[in-house]
Every structure is written in C-alpha cells, then in structure tokens.
C-alpha cells in the first residue's frame, strides 16, 4: 500500500474510546462533477491524500457501475430516508467489488437515495483494510448517534496488523471529513467541542415536568442524555405534530418512560429550540424563552439579542 506521511503511533482504539483525531486545521477539498450536474454524482478528495470518496444516488447506479472506481475494494454508506423519529437512517458495509454489492443493495434495500462510496486513489485498499474501516465505521456511527444505523450491532474488532491499522485510522478519518464535506457529518459529534476556557455553554429546561440539559449548535439545540421530561402531553397539543412527535420519539427508543416521567437515553439533536423544549415538557414551547443558562438569562437573550446588540 502506498506510504502514508502522517505518524500514526497515537492512535488507539477499542469500542469504549473514540479515535485520537488531529485539530481542526485549514484543508483543501477538491468536488468534481462527472456530469456537471451539481445534484447528481460527485467526486470528492483531499488533495494530498489517496483516499477518494463518490457520492452515487440511486438513480445513477448504472453510471457509477461504468466507471472503473466500481469494481475496487471500497467501504460504502447506503443514506435514506429519515426513520420515525426524525434521524436519517443509514447502511455500512465493505466489499471487494463496491458496484457488485451496490447492485445487489438496489435489489434488496429500499429505504436508501444515495450512496457513498469509500476507496483508494492508488488502488490499494485491500479486504482486510475494508473489513477494519467497516467496524470502526459501525462503532463511530453509533457513537455519533446523528443517524438511524440499519446494522444492528457492531460486531467484533476483525483481526488487523498494527500498520494496516495505522493506515485504517488515516484513511477514517480523511473520509470521515469529505463525507461531511458532501453533507453527511455520521461520524460528527452532536456536542460542540468545550471552549478556550474548558466550559461548555449549557442550558437548562426546567418547570412543567421538565429538567433537561442541552446546547445550541449550528444546527439546531442537542438535549442531553438523561435529561427528563414529564409523560403526559397537556390537552391543547393531543392529536396534533406535537403530540405525534413525543410519540415517535418513545416509539424509536430515544425517550423511554421511566418513573413517573419520561427519559432522554442519547444525545440528540433537535432542529429548534422550541422542539426541543416541547419534547421534553409535553406541550407547546417557545424554546427561546424555555432554555436558560445558569445565570437564569434565556437562550433568547444570550444568543439573538446580543446578535442585535453588536449590529
């Protein structure tokens, strides 16, 4: 395989610990359109790196399986539809021959749009670097908790010779940036990293039942694991989004009943404050006013009116 610059010696793994990442830092990503069609297939890599990822939707299939990429040892991502509770739902496998099992995947699974396809520049991916990327692909998914794996289990560590397991690490986490790149963060923390003074800014749901912990992203506000929330849903919200909503949620697992109230068994990420607080207080909430931060100041007041206040 070819030679890999970056030293791998402090990477460590196993399903209790996340992989050791390098800091965020400036990358230049190169996105080629086949078709020029910014829609349809696109090519993606990292322009000092052998590692190339195809995002294939479905009803492209037959174009991806002419191109030679198709028949190489890769890694893939099978991304649909959402499941009931809002997540989207996604497959990971590896094969010998990406487009034979993509083929066999358009037969047999009907919930995926498109998929993402993991393979070398250099042709050098062997089964036994798949079978690894696979399991640690399964293992920081599930961890992640952004999406709705269809694999069940993570199985068990494949056997790996430590510098075919450097090279894995490498090769994870270039992917793992250019499948964010192309829209799909699976292996992304809800969480935001703490700040430069080792805190995170937390806020806080309590009052109606409710007594959860979150943060506001840049992509919605993510409600701690273990926050909890009351079980009944008030009268005004009864067969209406709201109420559907909760009940998705206890449906797929992610609230369970506990007690006399309701528990939140993962991180997750809501798309609004408001859903958020609604989630966890069984009636409707403005989630601006309803999260607060330790000082008793509203989400409202630290992050939209202080916005106001610099213009």
């Not at 920081?140 to 993570?154: I, Q």
């Not at 992917?175 to 829209?183: P, S």
């Not at 958020?276 to 931060?293: I, P, T, Y």
Request: proline share 5%.
């Amino acid at each position: 395989m070819a030679q890999l610059q970056r030293s791998h010696a402090s990477f460590t793994y196993d399903l209790q610990q996340t992989v050791t990442y390098p800091s965020m830092r400036p990358q230049t990503i190169q996105i080629f359109l086949p078709a020029g069609d910014p829609r349809g297939m696109r090519v993606a890599e990292i322009t000092t790196r052998i590692v190339r990822v195809i995002e294939v939707p479905r009803s492209q299939l037959a174009d991806f399986l002419k191109m030679p990429e198709a028949q190489q040892v890769g890694v893939y991502f099978l991304m649909g539809e959402l499941s009931e509770a809002g997540l989207p739902r996604a497959y990971i496998g590896q094969s010998g021959n990406v487009g034979n099992r993509l083929v066999q995947h358009n037969q047999g699974k009907d919930f995926w749009n498109r998929a993402m396809v993991v393979i070398s520049l250099t042709n050098s991916m062997t089964q036994t670097h798949a079978l690894f990327l696979e399991w640690i692909a399964i293992a920081e998914a599930t961890k992640a908790g952004r999406y709705s794996l269809e694999n069940g289990n993570t199985g068990s560590q494949p056997y790996t010779p430590a510098p075919l397991q450097a090279d894995c690490h490498e090769i994870h986490e270039t992917a793992a940036t250019l499948l964010a790149t192309l829209g799909q963060p699976i292996f992304e923390p809800l969480t935001n990293a703490p700040s430069a003074k080792g805190e995170k800014e937390l806020f806080y749901c309590r009052g109606s039942g409710a007594d959860g912990v979150g943060e506001y992203t840049s992509e919605g506000f993510v409600v701690h694991k273990g926050s909890r929330g009351r079980i009944e849903n008030v009268a005004s919200i009864k067969g209406r989004s709201n109420e559907r909503f909760r009940q998705k949620l206890l449906d797929e697992g992610i609230l369970i009943v506990e007690g006399d109230g309701v528990l939140l068994t993962r991180d997750y990420l809501f798309s609004s404050p408001s859903l958020a607080a609604v989630a966890l207080q069984g009636r409707s909430a403005n989630g601006w006013v309803e999260w607060k931060d330790s000082r008793g100041k509203t989400l409202d007041e630290v992050k939209r009116q202080t916005v106001k206040e610099s213009e």
